[in-house]
């Protein structure tokens, strides 16, 4: 009885939203958080891309940076075709890449 009227008051009312909650920490410490430490990991390497670095584009182009301009990278690829790509087509250094395999 004492729980019912409970209930009927709004004591319990408060408790609806736990399970939400729950799972929004749950997604954030598995799926947001090392998202956001991998994105910021990249952003940190584009922005000390130097001459001479091994790169993977988006596009899975290997190249070597010839130059750095503000928005952009001129690269040689492979069979020595100079492309001008932007920053954010960078997609990992090389040498990290076979650090990771």
Do not use: H
């Not at 910021?40 to 390497?45: E, T, V």
């Amino acid at each position: 009885m004492a729980t019912l009227l409970l209930l009927q008051s709004g004591g319990f009312g408060a408790l609806w939203f736990l399970p939400y909650v729950a799972i929004f920490a749950i997604f954030y410490f598995l799926i947001i958080g090392p998202q956001r430490k991998r994105q910021r990991a990249l952003q940190d390497m584009i922005a000390n891309v130097k001459p001479g670095d091994r790169i993977i584009t988006t596009g899975g182009i290997l190249a070597t940076v010839k130059s750095v301009r503000e928005n952009s990278l001129v690269v040689l690829s492979a069979d020595k075709s100079m492309l001008e790509i932007s920053r954010s087509a960078v997609a990992a250094m090389q040498g990290e890449e076979e650090k990771k395999s």
